[in-house]
């Protein structure tokens, strides 16, 4: 089975400081992993995902995320925070529903960013 | 090109009404989910359509049905709607079935609350 689970609900960070959001993944395959954003009252965009071709993922906004196997993990990060990157954001890794035969996704719960000015 | 749309935005229902939420999208995708998003639990899957002619349930489905009416749209159904069921719905559609790496595309979302 795959979960994945985001560590901390919540984080704060200073306007200009480094952004780091923790992402561990299980499963049992080789997995494929997305980061999402959610800014108030939207719907969810996709940041970056990792597909295997590469462990260092450059992805929209300045974010980028690096896949380590071996501490099963999926953290993303950007140098310096900018107050437009308040918002929900959210892990996600592929799974194989077990009912038809069709892929989708199972998210972590999430975590909130702030930025304080 | 609108990507996936979904209505309505926002809805009041009383306990025991039903109603159904609308998506659809123009990106040609075979499959489509229904998610319900409550703070602190990320989304949950309730349905999914991995083809057209095909549904699936997913974590959550009591309470609610689904129709993949065509390729394009997939409804969700309250038939008798509770408090519990409160609640922002998300559809998304995916370009893929199988195991692939193919991203989710989200809608905007219905606000629903249940009195």
């Known amino acids: 089975a795959q979960s994945v689970t985001q560590l901390g609900s919540h984080v704060s960070v200073s306007e200009g400081a480094l952004v780091l959001l923790r992402c561990n993944y299980s499963?049992?395959?080789?997995?494929?992993l997305f980061w999402y954003v959610q800014y108030p009252n939207q719907g969810l965009q996709l940041l970056l995902k990792?597909?295997?071709?590469?462990?260092l993922v450059k992805g929209i906004n300045g974010f980028e995320a690096e896949f380590k196997k071996s501490e099963t993990s999926f953290h993303l990060t950007k140098p310096s925070a900018h107050m437009s990157d308040a918002a929900e954001y959210f892990c996600a890794v592929s799974v194989l529903y077990s009912g038809g035969g069709a892929d989708g996704l199972t998210f972590g719960k999430g975590t909130h960013l702030i930025i304080q000015p | 090109n609108a990507g996936v749309t979904q209505t309505p935005k926002f809805q009041v229902l009383k306990t025991g009404q039903s109603m159904t939420l609308q998506c659809a999208q123009d990106?040609?995708?075979?499959?489509m989910y229904w998610y319900r998003q409550d703070p602190g639990m990320g989304l949950r899957l309730i349905y999914y359509s991995a083809s057209e002619g095909t549904t699936d349930k997913g974590e959550v489905p009591n309470g609610y049905n689904v129709s993949r009416l065509n390729k394009r749209e997939f409804s969700l159904r309250l038939e008798s709607a509770a408090p519990s069921q409160t609640s922002v719905y998300f559809c998304?559609?995916?370009?893929?079935?199988?195991?692939?790496?193919?991203?989710?595309?989200f809608g905007p979302g219905t606000r629903l609350t249940v009195t």
């Open positions: 998304a559609s995916s370009p893929t079935t199988g195991w692939a790496s193919y991203e989710q595309y």
């Open positions: 990792y597909t295997s071709a590469a462990t």
């Open positions: 499963s049992s395959v080789p997995p494929y």
């Open positions: 990106m040609n995708h075979n499959s």
